[in-house]
């Protein structure tokens, strides 16, 4: 563990010589023919390099796992080795299930050309001398020495290369001290939840700062350093874990260096070690190796701020967040096959990736029509009450022009450069939209989260892109101080300076457009620079960064345009935030009704009027959730109201499916509109559109049934990866006629990257599993829109004979059968199909292979409270529905995810049903 505080390095006892063992037999998951004894000369620190010092040099004996042997005996070639460094208070077995799962994919020499590459990665863990079960030295051991006594293993040991270093705490700052001394035989790096440097302006960590209170020798006459670090996993260890983990520290004497790393942690620039961990710390800049970092969020020792500095080291690393782990990463998440997976990536030819992405089309940057436009001084957008206390505000192309550039500017000379991140935090309106093209003029990376995520999610969200600046209202900015978020602050409104104090505000709007009033702006980025960070709605688990380049939104916005003639001359209302961001960069004066954004059923039919009337509008664009209630509230509008609305000529609809009946019904307060329900996510705003005419051409989705989304847009590709009998999307793509499948697609606006998860986004991007293990992309196509990429889309549907996706759930949701893959939406329509449903979820319960339907469904009129249901009702939906259905419950009202209001929650709906039918309380889902 790394840091710097006041104070020399702590005195230790100094306990007698004890010599190396091997473990004990029986430890879970650790084969003793994995354990060896070497012994290695100690290079003294004062030794010229090269030479091994005086003939009186200690030889000390350590205690490695090593695969090297039994890779030997089996005739397997070796390809490189893998060095595993633990940190403290661990030993080697932290890397055990890395060792077992190198010699898992060992593969015997004379593998054929087209198969797997044949050889293996060796592993090297070691015991660090003075722990695990290596030689207690009775010495003090400081980091210069450590790295040495790496070396002095390694050099023993003959390895010359290639190898990886993988480091995790204390462990990663000696493997990178080895790596940045050994560049020759360096071929990788690997960290996991460690440090280099700690910034001067960040507290050190509460359980560092206990122990460099002086605390350092009890970490060596009590186990509680060791236990407190046991406690950390997620979940907890089981108990022959924890004993393993115990096993080479059951006295003090046998805890030496312990208390020895914790003495060796720089206490301020005078510590011994400070000077060794600086050189280590600027020397890792200059590794121009692959880079892979793991990184456990929960973890209360390396926080983001730790990952941040390692990346702006190490700008060409690949990095992957493990939402819900912590500090013992390796036990907490599967690790040893994140590895592997790097590993392999870095080994295949190019016929085993992607193929690369055709040169994308050059585009106006998303600011061009604010330059355009700026000397206009008609509406380019208007805010509603609340954001105006109960007025209407509007703002002109010529004002709004003139703020961005202002506040381009003024961040421009607060600090803020090309690729630092800004976080809004602000409700739609002028401010938000300003903020945001001012950032991506400045070449600043926005990040938007939702608030719908809730402080829980918006703190993970947060915290994982890691802004340099937060720009929010005062009840953002609060919740940020008292969540601690990370980032410079700015307010939009000039604030009280005791006000501005408490929330830790350094600056606001007002003052960096009087900071950047006739300054200069930077050069504009490019389109292939970072632009956003958008994250997703955390429906699906927890909210994923959704990484676009400058590019990739321009693609966004020109797709849009050509798909519903949106631009100047449009008005548009923004049921849904996000259209409200885009309308400066389609050209259209744009509104966002008076609603709560973080909860679209609030959105009343009025308030759809009154926006419509405030900007003429031509173009309504709500979130299925606002629709309903949209519809609900229909009996409100007066002679004016209709009026406004009878001028909207394009209803869009999306963010969920839209059923036919719901989308006419609000089809019938625009008269004059065409209602479309577009399919996108995130990951790529609109992939397919059909019309309420073309829903009602297609009919039914067959035997599958599903959700009719038309379509693929201009420069869309989609193609169906078909499921196997085990519900897994496998197949090659392709676009056979009610093949069901995971809905893969290509498309010049489709996400460049997930922000931070690696894996997440390799999996995403890469195509179908090979059948070998791998993940090489087979598809049938072979002309893709210029920079169009591949995204799975993580939905299951089908194309019919006229090229139309139907939308069957999620992959996720998929139930596996005696009879096969059953997708869950074809049956919750069905389900509704009986009199007195309102609507249905269908979920599995029992083991994977053998899972039996339960249908849960509100009733018109609703259900008081979850029950089963009626015995008439039950042999309705079962006959509706078809065989397999074990149960049909009730309940008031369908849990529904947090953005969108609409979608039907199956995962908590599943785990509800299945303890209700297990004997459970009924109580709500």
């Not at 030794?47 to 090297?68: F, I, Q, S, Y």
């Not at 390694?154 to 390895?159: D, E, H, I, V, Y």
């Not at 961040?411 to 991506?440: I, K, W």
């Not at 419509?612 to 509230?633: E, H, I, K, R, Y």
Request: aromatic letters at 4%; one cysteine or more; charged letters at 20%.
């Amino acid at each position: 563990m790394t840091g710097r505080a006041a104070g020399p390095a702590a005195r230790l006892p100094s306990p007698a010589v004890a010599p190396a063992e091997l473990p004990p037999s029986g430890l879970p998951g650790l084969d003793p023919a994995w354990s060896r004894l070497v012994e290695v000369p100690e290079t003294p620190l004062d030794a010229p390099p090269g030479t091994a010092g005086p003939a009186d040099v200690a030889t000390r004996t350590w205690h490695v796992l090593d695969t090297g042997p039994l890779l030997a005996e089996r005739g397997t070639p070796v390809v490189g080795t893998l060095l595993c460094v633990h940190g403290n208070p661990t030993w080697s077995y932290l890397w055990r299930d890395l060792v077992a799962a190198t010699l898992d994919a060992a593969t015997p020499d004379g593998a054929t050309p087209d198969g797997p590459t044949p050889g293996a990665w060796r592993v090297v863990a070691v015991d660090q001398l003075d722990m695990g079960f290596s030689e207690r030295t009775g010495t003090h051991r400081t980091l210069r020495r450590r790295v040495q006594d790496l070396a002095d293993l390694t050099g023993a040991l003959g390895l010359d290369g290639p190898v990886v270093t993988v480091g995790h705490d204390w462990g990663g700052v000696v493997s990178l001290g080895w790596a940045v001394d050994h560049r020759d035989a360096l071929a990788g790096v690997v960290l996991l939840d460690t440090a280099v440097h700690h910034p001067e302006d960040t507290p050190i960590p509460a359980p560092l700062r206990l122990a460099l209170r002086g605390l350092a020798a009890s970490t060596v006459t009590t186990p509680a350093f060791l236990e407190t670090t046991l406690a950390l996993a997620h979940p907890a260890l089981p108990a022959d874990v924890k004993d393993a983990y115990r096993a080479p520290y059951r006295t003090a004497g046998r805890r030496s260096g312990v208390g020895g790393f914790v003495a060796d942690i720089p206490a301020g620039p005078e510590h011994p070690s400070a000077d060794e961990l600086d050189r280590i710390a600027e020397g890792t800049r200059t590794l121009d190796v692959p880079v892979l970092l793991l990184w456990g969020p929960r973890d209360p020792v390396f926080g983001e701020p730790y990952l941040v500095d390692l990346l702006e080291r190490l700008p060409h690393a690949r990095v992957h967040r493990y939402e819900g782990a912590g500090h013992l990463l390796t036990e907490d998440a599967d690790t040893a096959g994140a590895v592997l997976t790097w590993l392999a990536d870095h080994r295949s030819t190019d016929d085993d990736r992607t193929p690369a992405a055709p040169p994308a089309t050059p585009r106006a940057p998303m600011w061009h029509h604010l330059d355009a436009l700026a000397d206009d001084d008609s509406t380019a957008l208007v805010e509603m009450a609340p954001s105006t206390g109960g007025g209407v505000r509007t703002v002109s192309w010529r004002l709004l022009a003139r703020r961005v550039r202002e506040l381009a500017a003024g961040l421009h000379a607060a600090g803020v450069e090309r690729g630092d991140r800004v976080s809004l935090l602000v409700p739609p309106g002028a401010d938000l939209t300003a903020t945001l093209y001012a950032c991506l003029r400045l070449g600043a990376v926005v990040v938007v989260a939702d608030a719908g995520l809730g402080p829980r999610g918006l703190t993970r969200a947060v915290r994982g892109a890691q802004p340099t600046v937060v720009v929010g209202e005062r009840r953002g900015l609060a919740a940020a101080r008292a969540l601690g978020w990370p980032g410079r602050r700015v307010s939009t409104t000039t604030l009280p300076p005791l006000t501005a104090a408490a929330l830790g505000v350094t600056t606001s709007l007002p003052d960096l457009v009087d900071a950047g009033a006739g300054a200069d702006l930077p050069p504009a980025p490019s389109p292939d620079d970072l632009a956003a960070v958008l994250f997703t709605s955390g429906s699906t688990g927890p909210a994923k960064g959704v990484a676009y380049t400058h590019g990739q939104l321009a693609a966004m916005r020109d797709a849009l345009a050509a798909q519903y003639d949106l631009g100047v001359g449009t008005g548009l209302v923004a049921g849904f935030a996000p259209f409200a961001l885009l309308g400066p960069a389609l050209g259209c004066r744009s509104v966002t009704p008076d609603m709560d954004v973080t909860a679209p059923r609030t959105l009343t039919a009025r308030a759809v009027a009154a926006a419509a009337g405030a900007v003429d509008a031509t173009a309504v664009f709500l979130s299925p959730a606002a629709v309903a209630n949209v519809v609900a509230t229909a009996g409100e509008l007066t002679a004016d109201d209709e009026r406004a609305l009878a001028g909207v000529r394009l209803l869009l609809s999306a963010g969920a499916p839209v059923g036919e009946r719901l989308l006419a019904e609000v089809g019938d307060l625009l008269p004059g509109a065409v209602p479309h329900t577009p399919y996108g996510m995130t990951e790529g705003l609109l992939l397919t559109d059909v019309t309420l005419a073309e829903i009602r051409a297609a009919g039914p989705g067959g035997a599958a049934g599903g959700v009719c989304v038309g379509r693929p847009a201009a420069g869309v590709t989609v193609r169906i990866s078909a499921l196997d009998a085990d519900g897994r999307a496998t197949g090659t793509l392709a676009a056979t006629p009610d093949v069901t499948g995971e809905v893969v697609v290509a498309a010049p606006h489709v996400k460049d990257h997930y922000d931070r998860l690696w894996l997440t986004d390799r999996e995403s991007r890469r195509g179908t599993p090979d059948g070998d293990g791998g993940t090489r992309l087979r598809t049938d196509v072979d002309d893709l829109a210029p920079g169009a990429r591949w995204h799975r889309t993580g939905d299951v549907g089908h194309l019919d004979a006229d090229g139309r996706l139907w939308i069957e759930g999620r992959l996720a949701h998929v139930l596996v059968t005696a009879d096969g893959p059953v997708t869950p939406v074809g049956p919750e329509q069905r389900a509704q199909t009986v009199p007195g449903v309102r609507r249905a979820g269908v979920v599995g319960v029992g083991p994977r292979g053998t899972q039996q339907l339960v249908v849960v469904v509100e009733t018109d009129p609703g259900a008081r409270r979850p029950g089963l249901a009626t015995p008439a009702l039950t042999a309705a939906v079962r006959d509706a529905v078809g065989p397999g259905t074990v149960a049909v419950l009730v309940v008031p009202e369908l849990p529904t995810d947090v953005r969108h209001n609409s979608k039907v929650d199956r995962a908590r709906l599943a785990a509800w049903a299945d303890g209700v039918l297990a004997g459970g309380r009924l109580g709500r889902p």
